[in-house]
C-alpha cells in the first residue's frame, strides 16, 4: 500500500504515465540522466549510463529498476531509480531510491510524489521494507518535495570511498 502522504497530493488528472524503462526508452532516458548529472555536475560517460540502465533492464529482481514518466505527448517527463539493498538492523530487503529527475516541463506537477509513490510500490512487489534516498544539502525543492510527501529525516551521515584505482570522487 502506498502511504496516504504521497497519495493525498496528487491528482488522478495527471497525464504523466509511468512505466519500467525499456530497451526503446533508452534514448529518452540518456537525455534525463544527463540532465540530472549535469544538475549534481557529475561526468560519467554516455556509454557508462547507457550501461548502468542495461544492467538495470536485464536484472530488476536484483539488481533495480529505473522508471520514466511520459507525458500526453509521450515527451520524457523524469526518472527514478530504485536499487536493492539489505538493512541488517530491520532484517529485511530495502529500495534505495539513488535517483529522482522531473524535467523543466513537468516541475510542479505533481510528477515527483507521483515518481516516488511508484518507487515505493516497486518496493511493495519486491518485499522491500521501505524506501530509502538521500538529496544534497542545498536542494531544498527536492527536500519540500520529500517532506511533503512524508519522508523522514535520518540521523545517519553519508560518507564514501572509491573503489577503484583512479576514482577520486
Request: aromatic share 8%; hydrophobic share 45%; net charge negative.
Amino acid at each position: 500500500m502506498i502511504p496516504a502522504s504521497i497519495l493525498g497530493g496528487i491528482s488522478s488528472s495527471q497525464t504523466h504515465t509511468i512505466a519500467p524503462v525499456t530497451p526503446a526508452d533508452l534514448p529518452d532516458l540518456l537525455a534525463l540522466m544527463r540532465a540530472y548529472c549535469d544538475f549534481y555536475d557529475a561526468r560519467p560517460s554516455d556509454q557508462d549510463l547507457l550501461e548502468l540502465a542495461g544492467r538495470l533492464i536485464s536484472d530488476p529482481r536484483l539488481e533495480g529498476v529505473q522508471l520514466i514518466a511520459r507525458d500526453a505527448r509521450a515527451r520524457a517527463a523524469g526518472f527514478a531509480s530504485v536499487f536493492w539493498s539489505w538493512d541488517t538492523t530491520v532484517a529485511s530487503r530495502i529500495g534505495i531510491m539513488n535517483d529522482l529527475y522531473v524535467a523543466p516541463h513537468a516541475r510542479g506537477s505533481g510528477l515527483a510524489e507521483r515518481l516516488i509513490a511508484a518507487c515505493v510500490q516497486q518496493c511493495l512487489q519486491r518485499e522491500a521494507s521501505r524506501l530509502d534516498w538521500q538529496t544534497a544539502p542545498e536542494n531544498l525543492r527536492a527536500q519540500a518535495v520529500y517532506d511533503r510527501v512524508g519522508g523522514v529525516r535520518g540521523p545517519w551521515l553519508s560518507y564514501s570511498l572509491p573503489a577503484s584505482a583512479g576514482d577520486s570522487s
